[in-house]
DNA sequence: ACCTGAACACCGTTCAAGT
DNA sequence: ACCTGAACACCGTTCAAGT
């Protein structure tokens, strides 16, 4: 149960971050919903603090992941800019939750700093993917791409947080296609 | 002191929203702050949830004041276009403060009903503004103009709360650029 | 009319104690 | 090695009580 009690640990915090916040974060619950004491995560973890920088560092990673299996389905640059969004539609979809970042980032001013360190690293990660697909699509200078990739990922970042606060997936689909009929997005 | 207990209990727990959300609001803390005890804020709201709805009504009627400042300082609408995401510009430069319906937003989950109206509100004030602008501007068609506007909205917000978890007013100013010179937001 | 003290169930956290 | 019960100071909220 060792191991098992940590991964269920990270996988309820996650849930509950990606709909709650950090702050929303309840050891209680946690351990009610994986059958421990709440008393029982400190020996997994060393804080609240601790906890919220694992979580937020297993999703980026996870989204690594998930956007260099994009990158491996889409050799065309120009289709994995077009596919860049579902991965924030997929988050809405499952149960109108937020991406974890861009909900930490709301929270800034009450993060300790490990937790920060992975909320940007989360940014870092997505930019960086986004300028390769403009590298590999030949479009603009070296500059141009960082910033426009930087423009890319906080549009639709933004675009989930408006659409959840309706929960409008359709909403959400019309400010991506707007962003791209305004060559905000290059198609 | 009945007015005044009232406003600036208003106003104690808007600065605490825009610094760490709905949850965030800390009655114990506002009542220190404006020398009063935690119970007496119930005198003059029923419930947290009033007292939420209460500052998101304000804080898009402030809003919605501002905005009409700048229609009519500005009457050439391109001129109000751009002048635009000074507002959430206004917010950082505040002790790196967020957009209040972009933290509610975010807070989605655990928003009572009558806050998350509020929300809505002014949401809905800043598209309308902006609906106004491109119309005036001879922009689009109406459809057009609406769904422009929501996208500009949405971006800019998006903007701020990632600029917000660097604490980087260069890059909210680098963002807002991105999107005018990738012709989101019309110049 | 306006405010308060004391109590309630709830939080994160600690720690000594169990197996 | 892994978990627990009991305690701590803290939260929103209630309510009877003060002026």
Redesign the pocket.
Known sequence: ???N??EAILTAARSAAQLHGYS??????I?DEI??????????F????A?GAAVARRYWQDTSTLLAEIRAHNPDPWQRLRAFPSIFRKSLENANRLCLSSFMAAEYEDLPEEVLAEVRAFADVNVAWLTEALADAGWGSAQDRDRRARAIYTAVAGAQLIARSRTDLHLFDDLISSYQEAGLIPA
């Not at 059958?35 to 997994?44: D, M, P």
């Not at 060393?46 to 603090?49: F, R």
Request: no cysteine.
């Open positions: 149960m060792s191991e009690a940590r929303g974060i309840n050891f209680r619950s351990a059958g421990i004491k709440n008393a029982s995560i400190y020996y997994h060393s804080s609240k603090a906890l």
